[in-house]
Structures are given as C-alpha cells and as structure tokens.
C-alpha cells in the first residue's frame, strides 16, 4: 500500500483532505498500519484508516466503512449494534488483509450533542429515525464521498464491502469504485437494541432480517 504522506484530495463540496499522519498501530486483532486524513495537520477530529501492513490494493480488498459512534465503539451502549459490529469487522478486516475506514460522522451525521437529544426523542417513544426528523434532520446526513475519496488516496478500486446498508452501497456504486462482493455484517440483538435493529430493517431497508 501507499505509504506517502500529505497526498492532497478533495472533497465533493471542495474541501481538500491530507494524508497527516501514519504509524504501525498493534492492536487485539492484529498489527495495523494507522492513517490519518484531515484539512490540516492541527485538525483534532481525523477520519482514521486501519490497514493491514500486508494488503495488495490490485487484488479486491475487503473494506469496511464505518461511521464514528462513541456512545457504541468506546462506551459499548447497548442502543445500537455499533461497538460489536466494528469489533467485529477489525477482526475480519485483520483476517483478510483489508482495510477499516473510520469516519467521524457521529450519530449519522448530526454529531454527539444532537445524537444524545435524539436518544432523549427515543426515550419519549420515537423511533431512530423518527427521533432525527423531529429535531430537523435527516434520517441519515452522513457523505460517503469521504470514504471513495480516501480509497482512491491508498490506491484501492476494488472492494468487498462489510456492510448491511443499502445507502452506502448505492453511495459507492454511483462512483469509479467496484463492488466486487457485498458481505454480510450481521450482529445478534440484545433486549436493548432490537427495537433500533427492526427499524434499521423496516425503515432504512439494511440487509438483515430481524424476528419479533
């Protein structure tokens, strides 16, 4: 893989991203190589990339794109099926000598403020995506162009994409990006979340099939 910093990209909307920063990063799974791109390097918030030192971007690579959800990944809220899904997907990312795009795109897209004022929506009864339409928001705002814009710095065109959501798949397959295989990222429910589940399935059409 590309192993260049401060390789300049640029963003649908214009902005330029960089390639800021790179270090090998041992972790529970596995040894990955850790990318960081932001506007500058002075930028607090990076989307991260964790990469298999060993992954060969002419053959497809199995990429996962996932969205930051600190209530989830470092809190393990059981809201949400996000913690075991990106632990889930560091494992097989590390197994096949893939790639992990990590976005800061928290709560879909609003941020941690409106997220928690969108659980205090759910908490009145509404739904996930109820909650976000009632605080003037979409059901989902986050910009995929993030994640095409970065496959393209590292090199990749091909890819197995880890997901169940059909709104990142139609967001990749409108760009230069093939989608070689799509592959399951199925995650068993708790009594907490199986509410959240079901309306990922019923309202936002993720490909999964939740009883009950």
Known sequence: MK???NNAIQMKNGIHLKRVGQVTMPTDWGEFDMLAYAKTESEQMPHI???????????????RIHSECITGDLF???RCDCGPQLHEAMKRVFEAKGALL???????????INKI?????????????????VLGFEADQRDYGIAIQILDDIGISDIRLLTNNPLKLSAIEKSHINIIERIPLI???NKNNIKYLKTKQDSMGHLFKING
């Open 3 to 5: 192993r260049v910093l």
């Open 49 to 63: 990339v964790m990469a298999h030192p060993e992954m060969d971007v002419h053959k497809p690579v199995m990429v």
């Open 76 to 78: 393990h809220s059981q």
């Open 102 to 112: 990590y976005l800061r795109q928290e709560g879909r897209g609003i941020g941690i």
């Open 117 to 133: 004022k969108a659980y205090n929506q759910q908490d009145r009864g509404h739904d996930t995506v109820e909650a976000n339409l």
């Open 187 to 189: 995650i068993s429910p």
